[in-house]
């Protein structure tokens, strides 16, 4: 799901890049169906050849990979990389509206794999791109994947909306009857609905000091892909991901694996952890304190665990 985090001050983006200052960055474009894909390598200098690369997943359907330059100070030990899923942020943008399916994902990632030449790679994504990650490897396989880290994923749609309802009931009953309204009559466009949603992101989605910010003005994300794959609003599902549901599969996946999620987090703990409770051997981590982005309201806390998992997917010999 899409992180609505906005646009941040310039002040603190300089201060934010300044994590990266060792980092070598290489990007580049490559040829998927329906366009060209940007992506970014940051490596640094310290890195050798044989050290397991990192591919991270952005969320959306729809968003772009700028914040995820949060998990670069990763990149003293391996490569990170990260891309702008197509039809968003610096890669092509055609109008083919049957491009936005699941499956048309996975393939554009295979083939960024492919190019890149990542025979083995751990695989992080967030929210969307833990849908996106999950779906990858039961499609096509552990092999070459070291690790696979499910952070605040969407798994099942019908559940999101199950814990979505269950948040929702705990807003100010205005705020509810603002939502329901608008939803009966289909004006989800409506400022006052716009209003009422922000109310539920605050408590859900960006609850929590941002500790560390980028912006990426440049390549801004596709509200298109966004409302035609998943709907208006994080809390209201009307498009083509409405029968997602990779839960029936999950014990399937025989990988290390880590779910994250927030405390307060949209993506519920609860209904996470029943997630990793699925997945045979995995790790399940709440995050304290924050909403579904976690990423950016503990940063140094979210790299650690990452960290040290990829170090102990690692020294399984994977």
Not at 109 to 117: D, Y
Not at 228 to 254: C, H, K, N, V
Request: net charge negative.
């Amino acid at each position: 799901m899409r992180v609505v985090n906005g646009f941040f001050a310039f002040a603190l983006m300089l201060a934010s890049f300044a994590t990266f200052a060792e980092t070598e960055l290489r990007s580049g474009f490559i040829e998927v169906e329906g366009g060209p894909l940007w992506y970014e390598v940051a490596s640094g200098e310290s890195v050798n050849g044989d050290a397991v690369p990192l591919v991270t997943l952005h969320g959306g359907p729809g968003g772009t990979s700028c914040g995820l330059q949060l998990l670069y100070p990763l990149s003293d030990e391996r490569a990170v990389i990260r891309y702008d899923q197509l039809g968003t942020g610096r890669s092509g943008r055609p109008r083919d509206a049957a491009l936005w399916n699941r499956d048309r994902f996975v393939e554009a990632l295979h083939t960024l794999r492919t190019e890149l030449g990542l025979k083995r790679m751990h695989l992080q994504g967030h929210s969307w791109g833990g849908s996106l990650a999950a779906y990858y490897v039961l499609e096509k396989g552990t092999e070459g994947i070291v690790s696979l880290t499910l952070s605040s994923p969407l798994i099942s749609t019908p559940l999101w909306i199950r814990d979505a309802n269950t948040l929702r009931a705990t807003l100010d009953p205005e705020v509810q009857a603002v939502l329901d309204k608008h939803e009966a009559e289909g004006s989800t466009d409506h400022e006052d609905y716009e209003k009422a949603t922000a109310v539920f992101y605050e408590q859900f989605v960006r609850r929590g000091e941002a500790q560390e910010v980028v912006d990426c003005p440049s390549a801004p994300w596709n509200s298109v892909i966004y409302n035609q794959m998943w709907g208006p609003t994080e809390f209201y599902a009307t498009g083509s991901l409405q029968d997602f549901d990779l839960t029936p599969r999950l014990a399937e996946i025989d990988v290390p694996t880590l779910f994250v999620t927030g405390e307060f987090d949209e993506a519920r703990p609860d209904t996470v952890k029943g997630f990793a409770e699925t997945v045979p051997g995995s790790r399940f981590e709440v995050i304290p304190g924050v909403g579904h982005a976690t990423i950016s309201r503990e940063p140094q806390l979210y790299r650690d665990l990452l960290r040290e998992f990829m170090r102990e997917a690692e020294a399984l010999g994977r």
